[in-house]
């Protein structure tokens, strides 16, 4: 057995956004002689999972919170040496590659107090600090985004009742995305300025939305992000309320589209009734709930595309023309190959929203889904349960996120969770998304292809879709990303409700070319 060298470097006072040494920590794993790492400030919460994990040592011990802690379980000294260096160095530079050259403000107050112009904050701290910076944001008069997630909910409750008070915009905590003056926030697609404003208590849909306007040429005035608590009752709609009286008041903005994982009845009530009382049309989507009266200005989108589409139609007055990526005839070649006894589809989702809209397409086809976040409470698995019949993985949720990056960034469960899937032979379909933009993997399709070429070998019938939300414009190139996938034998899909309906007629067999 392998003898295994622990190293560690500990960076004083040097603080780092958490999505920024997300992507550092990828990096570093993947150097030549490491085995692990852990890159992340030196936070109590954050030194219980390194200990969880195997990746605390002594050197920790005597890290603060603002300090920045590298530790590496490397293969050998020479090689984990040379790979903290490395880390050292990428942490040194912000993610464009170039150094940091101003010396950042200490404090929340002395920026604003420097520049007074300030008009929102973005607060990405970890989450039992988080709750302080907002309060004082606020108190200041400032809006704010919390993209910090491990904010107790009663504390949440706290900052929006004095957010409304105050007549500000508090997105968050755990808001991932936004698009606010044409500047995106957390993890967010490149489109250009236009006619729709989006709110979303979901990020990846606020995404998805965002990136199918803008690949039918249609863009965006606004994105505001609610954070997941949002729209439970606790917490009554806050932000959403908010954003859609602001969107309201807009010049700019024709059209509001609502997106929304399934609210509280109440929640619900109160921005149905809202909307009905907007000057502009507004499309509300409560994924997967179609149980709502319509009228002269408020239309109800069933899923994500629809309510793009919708949207466009609202704000243009022209019908959405969408890229479409796939060959009917391949769909019929991929439904023929499937043995009798593949009956079964298995989806891992990066992005919560869209593990919530698959299961409610294949609900309305009347095929129920096991899941760790289930629309059917009755069909609540762990994530790392083994999957039955058709399992639907939400791989963004706490229990996968827990020490490591967000699967938007990392991989690697949905790499091992896909060569698990192909083991069992009553698997026809693995049905993914993926997610382009800042913030998120640089190269995702290269990291799918060696998974799926892998998983082939084990069953070679099985069949592979996935959605893709992006814009040429991201940093990794949709039609880059699209070409890699595609040219490995993977059915491509431009929304994610595409890709689970093909996935639906496949595995019945009712694909017609």
């Known amino acids: ?14 603080y780092r956004d958490s999505v920024f040494l997300m992507r550092i920590n990828d990096q570093v794993e993947r150097m030549s002689g490491v085995k692990r790492a852990a890159v992340m400030m030196g936070t109590d919460a954050n030194k219980d999972l390194m200990k ?27 090689s984990g040496e040379e790979a903290l260096s490395k880390a050292q160095e990428l942490t040194s530079k912000i993610e464009k590659g170039t150094r940091i050259e101003e010396e950042p403000y200490r404090s929340l107050r002395s920026a604003v107090s420097f520049e007074p112009d300030i008009d929102l904050v973005l607060i990405s701290t970890p989450g039992e600090y988080a709750y302080r910076e907002a309060m004082r944001a606020l108190l200041l008069g400032k809006h704010a985004m ?23 915009l508090l997105m968050g905590p755990d808001a991932g995305t936004a698009i606010v003056g044409g500047v995106g926030l957390g993890f967010f697609n490149v489109v250009k300025e236009g006619p729709v404003g989006i ?22 005035s606004a994105a505001i ?42 929640v619900a009530e109160k921005v149905i009734q809202r909307a009905h009382e907007s000057k502009k049309p507004v499309i509300l989507n409560f994924i997967g709930n179609e149980d709502f ?10 899923t994500l595309e629809e309510a793009a589409y919708k949207s466009c139609l609202k704000a243009t ?28 589809v298995r989806g891992l989702f990066s992005g919560g929203t869209i593990n919530y809209e698959s299961q409610a397409i294949f609900r309305k086809a009347g095929r129920s889904v096991w899941s760790n976040s289930p629309l059917d ?69 290269s990291e799918v292809v060696e998974s799926v070429s892998k998983a082939r070998s084990i069953n070679k019938s099985l069949v592979f879709i996935s959605s893709i939300v992006g814009t040429e414009s991201d940093p990794q190139g949709i039609n880059k990303q699209v070409k890699t996938l595609t040219e490995a034998g993977i059915i491509v899909t431009p929304t994610s409700a595409r890709a689970a309906d093909i996935a639906l007629k496949i595995i019945e067999r009712r694909w017609k070319a």
């Open 225 to 266: 992000g609610t954070g997941s608590n949002d729209i439970s009752e606790t917490i009554g709609g806050k932000t959403m309320l908010m954003g859609l009286s602001m969107l309201d008041l807009h010049t700019e903005t024709k059209t509001i589209t609502i997106i929304s994982k399934p609210p509280s009845k109440s």
């Open 317 to 344: 007055g022209k019908e959405m023309k969408l890229v479409d990526w796939v060959n009917s005839n391949k769909l019929k070649e991929a439904s023929d190959m499937l043995r009798p006894d593949q009956i079964f």
């Open 293 to 302: 009266s319509q009228s002269e200005n408020v239309d109800f989108a069933f």
């Open 199 to 220: 709110v979303g208590a979901a990020g990846t849909g606020i995404q998805e939305v965002s990136s199918v306007l803008g690949l039918s040429g249609v863009g965006i």
């Open 52 to 78: 969880e994990a195997g990746l605390y040592i002594d050197q920790v011990k005597d890290a603060g919170p603002n300090d920045l802690v590298i530790v590496l379980e490397a293969y050998d000294k020479g």
């Open 146 to 168: 919390v993209f910090s997630s491990n904010v107790p909910i009663e504390k949440e409750a706290r900052l929006k009742e004095l957010a409304e008070r105050k007549n500000l």
């Open 1 to 14: 057995m392998l003898n295994m060298i622990f190293l560690a470097k500990i960076l004083k006072n040097e």
């Open 377 to 445: 409470k009755s069909k609540k698995i762990g994530g790392f349960d083994s999957s039955r019949e058709d399992t639907f993985i939400d791989m963004g949720s706490e229990e996968y996120v827990r020490g490591v990056p967000h699967p938007m960034i990392d991989f690697r469960f949905r790499k091992e969770r896909i060569i698990k899937e192909a083991q069992d032979k009553s698997v026809g379909v693995i049905l993914l998304d993926i997610i382009l933009g800042y913030g998120a993997n640089m190269d995702p399709a």
